[in-house]
């Protein structure tokens, strides 16, 4: 059973560690997730980028398939499908769709339009038992057509933003998405810890979880960070095994081209970068 992403974020804020969320792009990226995340006996959130929604053919399908896997794969631990980056418009969708929890990134609008469409939709979200995650500060990089400066989050934005009612909060601290250059300048610490102390409980989301050395995360899970979001990581690591066993040429042997064949050593990598990551943000054996 899909649910909202808010108690398991506050038992993860409580604790000094994270959950991660992992986004999600088919069939097998979603397997593997959850296979995991119930070996592991880990709470997890799936990410749903607009993109991502529109490729599996609408939110609606997502969710379908979510839902028959929790019920087929016997899954017990707390599951939030959960949209990433989402628009106005988007975050409509995916309540009507069954979303157990939305992000709205307002983080492009100045901030009275951001306080203003947020606030819109926390009651929406709250009226149907859903979490909400609102933005401030860009992320750097470009996902979707979203592109970000990595601008860092203005602490008192923060606390308007978070005095709404919000569930969680993703504040800009120099993180990107995708890969990160040589020449990146590292965590704004000093910005998360201003934040933090002006949002109090409030979970906060670190954006672009690739590449970010481990003490960096460690860090930022005890400065208040209580979910932290991996997509390319997973993408590399598929991509590397499917290439590798193409190379190989094991899909000219026998039936290797057989699409369950050809898409499970990429599926495993991602069982194996999802295991590293939950290892690393503290999950493990926290929805026993």
């Given at each position: 059973?899909?649910?909202?992403?808010?108690?398991?974020?506050?038992?993860?804020?409580?604790?000094?560690?994270?959950?991660?969320?992992?986004?999600?792009?088919?069939l097998?990226?979603?397997?593997?997730?959850?296979?995991?995340?119930?070996?592991?006996?880990?709470?997890v959130?799936?990410?749903?980028?607009?993109?991502?929604?529109?490729?599996?053919?609408?939110?609606?399908?997502?969710v379908?398939?979510?839902?028959?896997?929790?019920?087929?794969?016997?899954?017990?631990?707390?599951?939030?499908?959960?949209?990433?980056?989402?628009?106005?418009?988007?975050?409509?969708?995916?309540?009507?769709?069954?979303?157990?929890?939305?992000?709205?990134?307002?983080?492009h609008?100045?901030?009275?339009?951001?306080?203003?469409?947020?606030?819109?939709?926390?009651?929406?979200?709250?009226?149907?038992?859903?979490?909400?995650?609102?933005?401030?500060?860009?992320?750097g990089?470009?996902?979707?057509?979203?592109?970000?400066?990595?601008e860092?989050?203005?602490?008192?934005?923060?606390?308007?933003?978070?005095?709404?009612?919000?569930?969680?909060?993703?504040?800009?601290?120099?993180?990107?998405?995708?890969?990160?250059?040589?020449?990146?300048?590292?965590?704004?610490?000093?910005?998360?810890?201003?934040?933090?102390?002006?949002?109090?409980?409030?979970?906060?989301?670190?954006?672009?979880?690739?590449?970010?050395?481990?003490?960096?995360?460690?860090?930022?899970?005890?400065?208040?960070?209580?979910?932290?979001?991996?997509?390319?990581?997973?993408?590399?690591?598929?991509?590397?095994?499917?290439?590798?066993?193409?190379?190989?040429?094991?899909?000219?042997?026998?039936?290797?081209?057989?699409?369950?064949?050809?898409?499970?050593?990429?599926?495993?990598?991602?069982?194996?970068?999802?295991?590293?990551?939950?290892?690393?943000?503290?999950?493990?054996?926290?929805?026993?």
């Open positions: 059973m899909l649910v909202s992403a808010k108690e398991m974020l506050q038992k993860a804020k409580a604790g000094h560690y994270a959950v991660g969320q992992f986004n999600i792009n088919n097998e990226w979603t397997k593997s997730i959850l296979l995991t995340a119930q070996e592991l006996k880990s709470p959130i799936l990410g749903v980028s607009e993109g991502a929604g529109k490729y599996m053919a609408g939110y609606k399908t997502v379908g398939m979510v839902n028959g896997m929790l019920e087929e794969l016997n899954i017990t631990v707390p599951v939030a499908i959960h949209l990433d980056h989402g628009s106005y418009e988007g975050c409509l969708k995916c309540v009507e769709a069954g979303f157990s929890s939305i992000m709205f990134d307002g983080s609008y100045p901030i009275d339009e951001n306080v203003e469409k947020t606030k819109e939709l926390v009651k929406i979200a709250h009226d149907k038992g859903m979490s909400i995650e609102a933005e401030v500060g860009s992320i990089g470009e996902e979707d057509g979203v592109i970000g400066a990595g860092c989050a203005d602490p008192n934005e923060c606390k308007a933003i978070a005095d709404l009612g919000v569930d969680m909060l993703a504040a800009g601290i120099g993180n990107i998405h995708g890969k990160y250059p040589d020449n990146w300048a590292g965590l704004s610490f000093e910005t998360l810890d201003a934040v933090q102390q002006k949002t109090g409980d409030m979970p906060l989301v670190l954006h672009g979880g690739t590449g970010i050395p481990e003490d960096m995360i460690k860090k930022a899970i005890s400065l208040g960070v209580a979910k932290i979001n991996v997509n390319t990581e997973c993408q590399l690591s598929f991509a590397a095994a499917t290439r590798e066993y193409i190379e190989a040429g094991k899909d000219q042997q026998g039936k290797g081209f057989d699409p369950r064949k050809l898409l499970a050593p990429g599926a495993e990598a991602i069982k194996a970068t999802v295991k590293e990551k939950m290892e690393l943000f503290g999950s493990v054996g926290k929805a026993e």
